[in-house]
């Protein structure tokens, strides 16, 4: 018999990230990127953007390099418990039972893994804070992760199935757009060589906010590794960098909103003008195409020389169109 979904993710509300660079990685997203740290220990640090959500960011320290953990919202800590209840009916194992979760930004939730062994939190009534406003040309949150997968299909049938989420579009058979909310995405997967984290976005206010914040980077001394442009697929903008430990971050704005009575899913074709609308952002370096796809077991990637190529991207290599 087939089991319904665990019940409907209200939005991406955090990522972990580890790094043994803690310091470097914490004064990166703090004083370039733009957060805002709301809790610091030894060990970990939770960073905010300008928007309502307790935190954005969790960095944690670690010998390793990658993704922690993904954080949704539920409604409600009855909406948890429901959730609970379904995934045991399918087997799968809870690492945290649903309960009052004590850690910094307090809520209810649980915790359990997916098909690629992610670490995924699933929460409801969170510390609430005030927003900064968004007049500043900062992040507001988190808005999408992207994540590398052997098993495409396997990957978009757990979380189809099991999270409910739904399919936006396709690129070809090497990147799926899912969403939770009405955005056109909050996960994408990318067929890859082994598990690991492609990039992680942060959602611009406007189109002007986004391009004032690649400024304020470039007084920083920070400029893009790919982009500025136009993805096709999700319409949204992008400039991809890369922090001190080699993770992937990306500013965007202007994702497209979903009507569910009226989108229809869309298989894209893998071209440069459809990975780039605007054409101005030429191709992926080598670099970021590295650093996109990471390293099996989180040991530090070590990246080509940074030249850029006139050929389109081969598959698995990197998130051309999220």
């Known amino acids: 018999m087939n089991q319904p979904p665990i019940g409907r993710l209200r939005a991406l509300r955090s990522v972990e990230l580890l ?11 703090e004083e370039v990127w733009g957060l805002e740290v709301v809790e610091a220990e030894h060990s970990a640090s939770w960073l905010r953007g ?21 954080v949704f919202a539920l409604g409600t800590p009855a909406e948890v418990d429901q959730a609970a209840q379904r995934l045991r009916a399918r087997g799968i194992a809870l690492v945290t039972e649903p309960g009052p979760l004590d850690q910094v930004g307090g809520g209810y ?8 062994g992610r670490l995924i939190e699933l929460s409801a009534e969170t510390w609430a804070v005030t927003a900064r406003g968004r007049d500043v040309s900062l992040p507001v949150g988190v808005t999408h992760a992207v994540l590398n997968t052997p098993d495409i299909d396997a990957s978009v049938a757990f979380y189809r199935d099991v999270l409910g989420m739904r399919v936006s579009d396709w690129s070809e058979h090497q990147m799926a757009f899912l969403r939770c909310g009405t955005d056109h995405h909050c996960v994408a997967f990318n067929q ?11 959602e611009m206010t406007s189109l002007d906010h986004f391009m004032r914040g690649l400024g304020r980077l470039r007084h920083h001394g920070v400029t893009p590794e790919w982009g ?14 890369t922090d001190p ?3 992937v971050c990306e500013y965007t ?16 074709r893998r071209t440069p003008e459809l990975s780039d ?33 006139e050929h389109p991207t081969p598959a698995g290599t990197e998130g051309a169109a999220a």
Not at 53 to 66: M, V
Not at 109 to 116: E, I, N, Q, T
Not at 278 to 293: D, E, K, V
Request: hydrophobic fraction near 35%; proline fraction near 8%; charged fraction near 20%.
């Open 253 to 268: 704005t202007e994702v497209a909103q979903i009507v569910e009575d009226t989108w229809i899913c869309k298989v894209w």
């Open 245 to 247: 430990t080699g993770l």
């Open 228 to 241: 500025p442009g136009r993805h096709g697929p999700g319409n949204n903008t992008f400039s991809y960098f």
């Open 19 to 29: 790094t043994p660079n803690f310091a470097d990685a914490v004064d990166f997203y």
């Open 109 to 116: 939730g649980l915790r359990f893994h997916d098909l690629d």
């Open 277 to 309: 609308l605007w054409g101005t952002a030429g191709p992926p370096s080598q670099r970021i195409r590295a650093h996109m796809a990471g390293t099996p077991d989180g040991s530090p990637v070590t990246a080509p020389v940074d030249a850029r190529t």
């Open 192 to 202: 890859a060589p082994w598990v690991s984290l492609n990039h992680v976005a942060y």
């Open 50 to 70: 300008t928007g309502e959500e307790h935190h954005a960011l969790r960095l944690t320290r670690s010998d390793t390099i990658g993704l922690g953990r993904l």
